[in-house]
């Protein structure tokens, strides 16, 4: 008997073969998810006597992360002497992620007799576990090996978090979506931090301290300040400067101590001391105005005198404001430009007139120095000066609007509101403004507020952007249905096809607001008012009902009106497609109400020689069939009967059938020469048209209609009296025959010779009596062989 794949492999791991040993192993693997057979005899080949099924099968099983994969790669690692081996058990073992995976790396790394362990390999290894239990012993190979440094810096680093990049620098307060972002990434840990710039610091490695100064400068816990606060007197430049600076951060953004950066207030260096009172400055403190002030005159780098005085403007200390108003006033002054906004902090002063007036001549410079007089008035904040920047805002012919933009951001007022949002719809034509607007409104409104995204989305001109797809996506989950249907006539096609996507595919569907969506003047806007309601059907109110009905009629009107405008003006086609769809749904949806009955059925009559209202003359008999057995409903299915259109005809008679039998049946007659338009009638079982069709039979022109009918009925006495009425054409009589021939059926076929035989029948129709029997025995022969064949 044949054995399975994994009973094979099992006998297979002990083969004398090397490559079927091996072979043995992948087998098990592939079966390990489906067999407990095999999971057991993978298990049992980690300790098998050849090497390679120990490693192979060690392997495999960390691919699944079994339990006793770990153990045996860390038996694999400690024998291991080949550093590309070594590489591929570090990365199975971090796949793991079993606990004693790190201590294992560091095992290997400090038990290594014969020098083969791939030192930093290991230890970067043992840091991507990002475990804090195992920092201390990294931090102590730090200290024990300069070899090991570098590597064993990158592993705590890793263990701290802070190898993460940081995004999150902005200086303002509130939500971020960096905050969010910060929830995925793996958890930061400030105090392995703080021990990884302690012992950098111990071993002089400034250059790696160096590279911790952003982290340290962001870092949200208390335990590297004492660390940074040490590093304000250290003797490098470089790093000296960057823990002052790192300082001033964390005083405005993360409460921090001001006692170190008073203390480098009194070091000798003068850059040291400027960046001390800078960061007091912007913190609100004063201690370091002098060293400011003097700064501006005496600093050697310009870039330090530029922030000294945009450091003395956010002050806004009086005894700067003389030195401030000369350097604004002094055209060609190098500082000029960073004062004309620093002079805007000082309206609280006596002098606020004279600083106004020299902020509204600064925006006619044709220089960089509008830009700052722009950022002044925002500083400035008068009811005068917020008036100025809103009507820079739209000033076509200024070249820094989108700069006066984002300074409506801090202007909470209707007026800002308003503009804003006009910016966003785009109603000032200046479409390199949507994107400040955007920015500044999310400011105002705040990151939750979707007033921004309502307005966005209804401006048709704007370019097609990350941030509309933002708020498309914002609107769609968390949007106000009856916002939407507000703007969804000022979209773009695209966008509007998209919310109604998402309106229409909402848990509950909101029928109310469609009642009111469905009065609107923009077709897409009705027609997902109408989908709505549709869906709705008898649940929709009497009041949403009415309302349909009315946009119903006007939509009509509408289309009728454009429809003669299009004979002229071939541009009006586009425009008449929209309203199309709109009634096609607006039809449909009052078919589903049962609503509208009047409209429905005038509208059935109307404009029947017209091409283009065929589609929708068809829409309108179907929804006929969700008003009953009305008699207006009735009437109208009738004369449809008789319409010009085969397919308006062929639905007339299908939904005629199913509203009233009786009527149906009436109706047969003038159906008779419409085969598809019969047969429709004739499938509603109810519909009684036996004595139609046994009087229509003897009339050759229906014939067509009626023999199919006949033979499907099984109908002999009819059909044999045709061929015996010596009195109709012989045409017809043969008719008669044909239809008893396609029965298949051996009565019938007795009925068909005894015609044959007959020889009071004339010739012709004697010969046709015999290959009808013919036709019928081969006919019938087939349906029994087929019978035999399939069993149906």
């Known amino acids: 008997a044949q054995r399975g794949l994994v009973a094979v492999a099992g006998l297979a791991l002990t083969a004398a073969n090397e490559v079927l040993r091996e072979r043995a192993v992948y087998w098990l693997s592939a079966e390990y998810e489906k067999s407990d057979e095999a999971r057991k005899l993978l298990r049992e080949a980690v300790n098998s006597r050849y090497h390679k099924v120990r490693e192979t099968a060690t392997f495999e099983l960390a691919k699944f992360k079994a339990p006793e994969a770990a153990e045996a790669l860390i038996r694999l690692l400690q024998a291991s002497q080949d550093a590309v081996q070594q590489r591929t058990i570090i990365n199975a073992l971090v796949t793991l992620n079993d606990p004693r995976g790190p201590s294992a790396l560091l095992d290997r790394l400090e038990n290594d007799p014969s020098g083969t362990a791939a030192a930093d390999e290991l230890i970067r290894g043992a840091g991507r576990f990002r475990r804090p239990q195992i920092a201390e012993r990294l931090l102590g190979l730090m200290t024990a090996n300069k070899k090991w440094r ?36 793996f958890p930061r840990r400030d105090a392995v931090l703080a021990r990884l710039m302690e012992t950098c610091l111990s071993l002089g490695e400034t250059g790696l301290l160096s590279r911790l100064m952003p982290a340290a400068k962001w870092s949200r816990g208390k335990e590297v300040e004492p660390i940074l606060s040490s590093l304000v007197t250290h003797a490098e430049e470089k790093l000296r400067h960057a823990a002052i600076d790192s300082l001033g951060w964390r005083l405005r953004r993360r409460k921090g101590d001001a006692e170190p950066l008073l203390r480098a207030l009194q070091l000798r260096d003068p850059v040291s001391q400027f960046l001390a009172a800078e960061a007091l400055a912007l913190a609100g403190r004063k201690d370091g105005l002098s060293v400011l002030l003097s700064g501006v005159e005496f600093l050697g780098e310009l870039a330090y005198r530029q922030r000294a005085v945009t450091a003395l403007g956010k002050l806004a200390d009086p005894r700067a404001l003389d030195l401030l108003l000369k350097i604004a006033s002094e055209d060609g002054h190098a500082l000029q430009e960073q004062a004309i906004e620093a002079i805007g902090h000082m309206r609280r002063s006596d002098k606020a007139d004279a600083i106004f007036q020299l902020l509204l001549k600064s925006l006619s410079l044709g220089t960089r120095a509008a830009m700052f007089a722009v950022r002044g008035l925002r500083w400035f904040g008068s009811p005068e000066a917020w008036q100025v920047l809103r009507e820079k805002a739209t000033d076509a012919t200024f070249g820094h609007s989108t700069t006066a933009v984002k300074q409506l951001g801090w202007n909470d007022t209707p007026e800002t509101r308003e503009l804003l949002l006009r910016l966003l719809r785009g109603e000032t034509g200046l479409a390199r403004l949507v994107l400040p607007a955007l920015e500044a409104a999310r400011r105002l409104w705040g990151e939750t507020s979707l007033e921004p995204d309502y307005a966005l989305l209804q401006n048709k001109s704007a370019l097609w952007h990350q941030e509309v797809n933002e708020s498309l996506d914002r609107v769609s989950q968390r949007g106000d249905v009856d916002r939407i249907f507000e703007i969804m006539p000022h979209c773009q096609p695209k966008v509007q096809t998209l919310l109604a996507s998402s309106v229409i595919h909402r848990p509950t569907l909101p029928v109310d607001a469609a009642g009111k969506g469905v009065a609107s003047d923009e077709p897409r806007t009705v027609q997902l008012a109408a989908h709505i309601l549709g869906r709705a059907g008898s649940q929709a109110s009497p009041e949403a009902a009415k309302a349909l009905e009315t946009a119903l009629g006007r939509w009509l009107g509408t289309w009728d009106s454009l429809r003669e405008k299009a004979r002229t003006n071939p541009t009006k086609a586009t425009e008449l497609k ?158 008669g025959l044909e239809g008893l021939s396609a029965m298949a059926r051996a009565d019938a076929e007795q009925r068909i010779l005894k015609v044959a035989k007959d020889e009071s029948f004339e010739q012709e129709l004697r010969k046709a009596a015999w290959r009808c029997l013919r036709r019928s025995r081969r006919l019938r022969q087939k349906k029994a062989a087929w019978k035999s064949l399939t069993g149906t």
């Open 150 to 185: 570098n590597a064993a810096f990158d592993a705590v680093l890793m263990i701290s978090g802070y190898d993460q990049k940081i995004e999150d620098w902005k200086e303002s307060d509130g939500p971020s979506k960096d905050h969010d972002r910060e929830k995925k990434l």
């Open 578 to 735: 929209k309203v199309s769809e709109c009634l096609r749904r607006l039809i449909w949806a009052a078919g589903r109400m049962a609503a509208a009955q009047q409209t429905l059925v005038q509208a059935a009559t109307a404009f029947a020689d017209d091409p283009l209202f065929r589609e929708l003359r068809r829409e309108v008999v179907s929804a006929l069939a969700w008003h009953g057995d009305t008699e207006p409903v009735l009437a109208a299915l009738e004369k449809l009967l008789r319409d010009n259109d085969a397919e308006v005809r062929t639905v007339a008679a299908d939904v005629l059938a199913q509203a009233s039998a009786a009527r149906a049946a009436r109706a047969a007659q003038e159906l008779l020469a419409d085969r598809m338009s019969f047969n429709r009638l004739k499938q509603a079982g109810a519909v009684d048209v036996a004595a139609t069709l046994r009087q229509a039979a003897r009339q050759i022109h229906y014939q067509g209609v009626v023999i199919p009918q006949l033979t499907a009925a099984g109908d002999l006495d009819t059909l044999e009296q045709i061929v015996h009425d010596r009195s109709l054409p012989e045409a017809t009589r043969l008719g």
